[in-house]
């Protein structure tokens, strides 16, 4: 295969998975602390394709472009709701989440409370506090929330919102709702002593839709670039043929 014209077919591909996550970025944009997959490209050596001229052996070096995605662990904006149960953290951490037997980590602080009254996210998985599930008694009032995590009702202390980081994020994986950190991995989580969530307010996404749309716009420009430099190598390469393959 010609050189150049491998080189534009791996550039395609890549294109392509960029496209698909882009439009992944797009779709989860109004969902609440979504974070969002970015791409890295490079040109990787790929061997050597060797070329015989009729008298020496030739070899040129290929290159391959490759995507590498990667979770984008930015804040996004707080936006403020009035509703009691919901929470934005301000900085570092993240929520920890329980799904029956298995333990997530979500920025995601739009709560409510389930049947009942435990503090549950919109798939119904229970916030893990200190003492684990925390449980609301509707008789004893409004809550409040502090900037520390306490949960109050009246001067009733109901537990305390717990946060969780971690020191190589690139380690973490996405999940249903939320993130988990890979199964080979030997890091650990580690619980913040100093934290601060916002009552009454959500994270939103850190997508950016109008930077989104110009992805997408370069995505194509770049598809159709490579798709024209295929067809001028195969153009070329039936030129040749026919220049060499005329005997007359």
Known sequence: MNSGIYSAATSMSSLEKWQEITTQNIAASSVTGFKKTEFSFEAVAN???????????????????????????????????????????????????????????????????NADGIIVNKHGHKLLGDAGELRILPENGEISISSGGQIKQGEI?????????????????????????????????????????????????NVST????????????????????IQNFDNLDNRTIEVLGDTT
């Open 47 to 113: 061997g050597v394709i060797g070329i015989g001229n009729g008298f020496e052996a030739v070899s040129t070096a290929t290159h391959k472009a490759t995507a590498t995605p990667g979770i984008n662990f930015d804040n996004g904006v707080v936006q403020h709701t009035g509703v009691p149960t919901h929470m934005a953290i301000n900085g570092n951490g993240f929520f920890k989440m329980e799904n029956g037997d298995v333990e997530y980590f979500s920025r995601d602080g739009e709560f409510r409370l």
């Open 157 to 205: 202390v109901v537990g305390s919102v717990s946060l969780y980081d971690f020191e190589d994020k690139s380690e973490l994986v996405r999940a249903h709702g939320g993130f988990m950190l890979k199964s080979d991995t030997e890091q650990e989580p580690e619980q913040l002593n100093d934290i601060h969530v916002v009552q009454g307010n959500i994270e939103a996404s």
């Open 210 to 229: 109008l930077n989104e749309m110009v992805n997408l716009i370069s995505i194509s420009r770049a598809y159709e670039a490579n798709q024209k430099v």
